[in-house]
């Protein structure tokens, strides 16, 4: 579980939450749109079922949800980028949004969950297995997304994105979400990421 990887792993104080409020992009000036756990929740117990049902639609939402991952990155992922420094597992993302050569934590439960369906796969090999990752993220996941998970944003891809900020952004502080959503500046997370609101209920991420 994330919350459970920023506690014992990270040492964060992990406690409870009731609502998310993140901002769009193009809209920062605008009301944020709030989302409250049991949403949440319910979609992060949909994104566990996809390990049976759809597997190249589970990693992908590992990678945005855990991960914090861009379009981008995912679809350039190879299994190579998964690698452990000192005990903490990261994905190398050669060329991404924020410059080359970064480096994205991940919880050691995501990167169990990756390595359980490498099903023998190359260091060579992208992660996403398909002809076409491109239209497998943007024709089918985006739009299951949408119908099955119910994401109504204008970007569910990045809308998974966007909850992982705000969650360390609330608990944490904005510092620990700049890092890992990997901002080049504090001032990209401290507009477009905000609080949660009430402590509720434990939300796991992955």
Request: aromatic residues 10%; contains cysteine; hydrophobic residues 35%.
């Amino acid at each position: 579980a994330f919350l459970y990887w920023l506690e014992h792993e990270k040492g964060f104080n992990v406690s409870c939450f009731t609502h998310f409020v993140a901002y769009s992009p193009k809209r920062a000036k605008l009301k944020p749109f709030i989302i409250s756990d049991d949403k949440v929740e319910a979609i992060m117990e949909k994104g566990r079922s996809l390990e049976q049902k759809h597997p190249e639609f589970f990693k992908i939402f590992l990678l945005a949800a855990s991960g914090g991952l861009r379009r981008s990155e995912i679809i350039n992922l190879k299994w190579g980028h998964l690698q452990r420094f000192n005990g903490d597992w990261y994905l190398i993302l050669d060329e991404t949004k924020g410059g080359p050569d970064q480096r994205a934590s991940i919880p050691a439960s995501t990167a169990d969950k990756l390595l359980s369906v490498r099903n023998g796969h190359s260091d060579d090999d992208h992660v996403i297995d398909s002809t076409n990752r491109p239209k497998l993220l943007d024709r089918k996941f985006v739009p299951y997304l949408k119908e099955e998970f119910g994401i109504t944003h204008s970007k569910p891809l990045h809308f998974l994105r966007k909850v992982l900020g705000a969650l360390i952004a609330t608990k944490h502080g904005i510092y620990a979400a700049s890092k890992t959503l990997r901002h080049k500046s504090v001032s990209v997370t401290e507009q477009y990421y905000s609080d949660l609101l009430k402590p509720k209920n434990d939300i796991n991420i992955v």
